[in-house]
């Protein structure tokens, strides 16, 4: 579904994501970890377009590699931003349907009040008076509301507790069955990373170290690059 060949990202003259080649299957989630600075944020940001890049990005057959961020978005691609970035002065509502504008439908799906059902019982409330969950969920919400093949997460957990956590995990399972759609996401939680991810990938220094089966990784050995 999404493909990267030899993706390199740099700062100025200094390169940091040092030829990244993935493969994302469809109906599959991937989940990429590692430690702070270790370059998934950058990766991510590269995937949407956020940051320029050499090498090839591919959805399905289509090369998406010098198209701007919101093409990605309207050619299946969602961002669910480290932070979440959700509007905090608009509605829950109106930030859902924000997303909509991708797809040029009128109406909120149905089945996005049915995963969070507390946005629905919040749609009224302003974005910036939500918890750190509820904000997370919303800007879920928002990125589904652009119907994607494609959804990437970067650190959705951050800044949340643990019951949330695991209802996060519950949650992107069901989006992925509801949906059909790939999920990639990055992330310093190893028991998030292993309760939704297919396959495991470990990122260190800008570079894929480690690749295993999500459901017989060995947690141990994922756990050692986590280690600071």
Known sequence: MLS?????????????????SLNVGENETLTIMGRNGMGKTTLFKSLIGVLPCQGRITLGDEDLSSTQPYQRVQKGIAYVPQGRLVFPTLTVEENIATGLEATGAKKIPTDIYDLFPVLHDMRHRKAGNL????QQQLAIGRALAADPKVLLLDEPTEGIQPSIIKQLARNLNEIKQMRKISIVVSEQVLSFAMAVADRVMVIEKGAIVHEEDGKTANQDEIARYLSV
């Open 131 to 134: 918890s750190g969950g509820q």
């Open 4 to 20: 990267t060949n030899d993706l390199r990202v740099s700062y100025g003259m200094s390169e940091v994501i040092h030829g990244v």
